[in-house]
């Protein structure tokens, strides 16, 4: 591309070129040169000047015109390997996102993940055609519930990003008929395969109490080829009585609280946002996760001696990992850190990311 100040340079340069042509061709038309000695020579030295500069001006806008395409082209080039680089560390990003991590039953992303994904929305927004940034925006936002749940949807978003990408990056030349043909073929088997990944992961809900207890004890396959086999849960009649107790504790907080039931775990709504999440890791122990409380200034709290943990990805929530014994034990405080995990939701006053600083409340535990 041309500089502002050297478009300045040829304007005033080529008005000056131009004078000159003009003041020549006015000073040949208005003398007389045929009474002087010299005229021939002066009208030689004139055609030479003349003819000279129109080859200087006719090779300056070849030269200008060639380093104007070159320019550009070069432009080109360094936006094509930003775009595919950028493009190709997406692709990683969400891979990354899909796998499934250490304790986890299904992908889940992770606020740190979540947050990576809206920065590279710059740099898309920055290279990319409104098409490609739009499908970009659209996969972000469909990607995962609130709490980290990858959709159904998701992996079917972010094939049609990829194919926009692809279209962004102009990789191939005007396809024929029999391209496009192949091509819609690809197209299809790619959809039908994003289908099986989304059936793998996807969570399996379960009518009520007893048929979740059922399940859990059953077990399940990890995966649609039945390559590997999870095995049950054994529930026992006092484990079935705390799970119960803590479903019907629940139950009675409100009329409005809602609840499903996975291989996951028992999980419970108010206002469409998640108070209460927990499962038998084990016949002996339990994961139960709560809301953090302003109240206590966001910290873990402390149940006779046993700590809360924090929660990697979900630092809104802290977890117990606690033993049936001690929860029987402890089972009224228990209860009351539930209800308050229900309220700090109803009311709207889960911690918010952008007002406190999640380093500074990561350390903070009191006693309950």
Same mark, same amino acid.
């Given at each position: ?181 192949? !091509?819609?073929?690809?197209? @299809?088997?790619? /959809? #039908? ?8 992961? &996807?969570?399996? =809900? ?113 977890? !117990?990992?606690?033993?049936? @014994?001690?929860? /029987? #034990? ?8 539930? &209800?308050?995990? =229900? ?26």
């Amino acid at each position: 591309m041309i500089s502002e100040s050297l478009k300045k340079q040829y304007k005033k340069w080529g008005i000056l070129v131009t004078i000159g042509y003009l003041l020549c061709f006015g000073f040949l038309k208005t003398y007389k040169f045929q009474n002087w000695i010299l005229s021939p020579f002066i009208e030689s030295i004139i055609g030479v000047f003349m003819g000279a500069g129109a080859i200087a001006v006719i090779t300056g806008v070849i030269l200008i015109f060639q380093k104007t395409l070159e320019s550009e082209q070069k432009k080109k080039e360094e936006v094509f390997k930003e775009k595919l680089s950028l493009y190709k560390n997406v692709i990683d990003k969400m891979h990354e996102a899909f796998r499934i991590k250490n304790n986890e039953n299904m992908p889940k992303l992770s606020s740190e993940e979540r947050d990576d994904l809206r920065f590279t929305l710059l740099n898309v927004a920055l290279l990319s055609k409104p098409k490609t940034f739009k499908l970009y925006c659209q996969m972000l936002a469909d990607i995962a519930d609130q709490e980290g749940n990858i959709k159904n949807n998701a992996i079917e978003k972010f094939l049609e990003f990829v194919l926009a990408a692809r279209e962004d990056l102009d990789v191939q030349e005007e396809m024929t008929a029999k391209d496009h043909q192949v !091509f819609d073929s690809a197209v @299809k088997i790619a /959809k #039908e395969e994003t289908e099986e990944i989304v059936a793998k992961f &996807k969570p399996q =809900y379960f009518n009520d109490f007893d048929d979740w207890i059922k399940k859990l004890q059953t077990g399940r396959l990890s995966n649609q080829e039945g390559k590997k086999k999870i095995k049950g849960i054994k529930i026992n009649n006092h484990l079935r009585d705390i799970l119960k107790s803590i479903i019907d504790f629940s139950k009675n907080l409100s009329e409005d609280v809602t609840n499903n039931y996975s291989y996951e775990a028992s999980t419970w709504f108010i206002n469409n946002g998640k108070y209460l999440h927990f499962k038998p890791w084990n016949d002996k122990e339990l994961e139960i996760l709560l809301l953090r409380d302003p109240e206590n200034n966001w910290a873990r709290p402390i149940v006779n001696g046993i700590e809360a943990k924090n929660r990697s990805g979900f630092e809104s929530y802290y977890r !117990f990992f606690i033993s049936n @014994k001690d929860y /029987k #034990e402890n089972e009224q405080k228990f209860q009351q850190l539930i &209800k308050r995990s =229900y309220e700090i939701q109803r009311d709207g006053k889960r911690l918010n990311k952008k007002e406190v600083d999640i380093n500074e409340i990561q350390d903070l535990t009191y006693e309950l």
